[in-house]
């Protein structure tokens, strides 16, 4: 990517976090990114967003679940 193009997304990202920030979305940069990326990619925005939501309403777990035959 040549500085200009790079210089350019950078601008982008910010003012769409910016305004992330605003909506108070809660969405780093970095995830930010990712969903924009993925937006670029053709991917529905409305599913990502279904996705995001769904992946909020989920416990957060470190540890794998692992199925009850799985224990000694």
């Given at each position: 990517m040549d500085p200009e193009a790079a210089r350019t997304a950078r601008e982008s990202l910010d003012l769409a976090f910016q305004m992330s920030n605003i909506l108070d979305t809660g969405l780093d940069r970095h995830t930010l990114?990712?969903?924009?990326?993925?937006?670029?990619?053709?991917?529905?925005?409305?599913?990502?967003?279904?996705?995001?939501?769904?992946?909020?309403?989920?416990p957060f777990s470190s540890a794998p679940v692992l199925p009850p035959s799985s224990f000694p």
């Open positions: 990114s990712v969903l924009i990326a993925l937006c670029d990619l053709g991917l529905n925005p409305e599913a990502l967003t279904a996705v995001v939501k769904e992946l909020r309403r989920e």
